[in-house]
């Protein structure tokens, strides 16, 4: 048993060596795309923009309807302040310290909520865009692709893909 386990050992050893030495003499090609441009010109993000304007604008109508309910609570308050019992007065300024209260937490509220759908918008386009550069990089068998933005030097061997990405983001 011993007698084939040597020889088997030393083939197995000089295959592998053999197939490192191809992928170590593989070409290495370098793409490169400029992400922030690829992202301007996605047909999905002016479906991004209006979505987030249209949610924006229905949250600062329910904000400035807020703000008006307050502005009258504050208004009828002072105008009637003067004839008010004192329990009342305390009563009213505790509603009024409350409207305050639900101002700030809704708009509070609301932007974060703003926020996290715009992000959650833009991380879905920046995946599928990173998913066309990844088509893209195989189908031209690119080894590694930078962002332009990050990038310090970029030999004039390297390949910018962004017209391959732009063709086929503006196909879909």
Known sequence: ??????????????????????????????????????????????????????????????????????????KD???NNEELLDAIKLARQAEITEAEKRLATYKLQYKQQVKHEQDSLNTQLQNN???????????????????KKNTRYLSPSCIDLFPFVEKKLLKK
């Open 129 to 147: 865009i990173d998913n066309l550069i990844k088509q893209v990089a195989k189908e031209m068998k690119i080894t590694v692709v930078l962002d």
């Open 77 to 79: 308050f002072l105008k």
């Open 1 to 74: 048993m011993k007698k084939y386990l040597l020889p088997l050992f030393i083939f197995f050893a000089c295959g592998n060596i053999v197939a490192q030495q191809d992928t170590l003499s593989a070409p290495i090609i370098i793409g490169y795309i400029d992400m922030d441009s690829i992202l301007s010109i996605a047909p999905e993000r002016v479906k991004i923009d209006k979505h987030i304007q249209a949610v924006t604008t229905e949250y600062e109508k329910e904000f400035k309807r807020m703000q008006q309910e307050y502005n009258k609570k504050v």
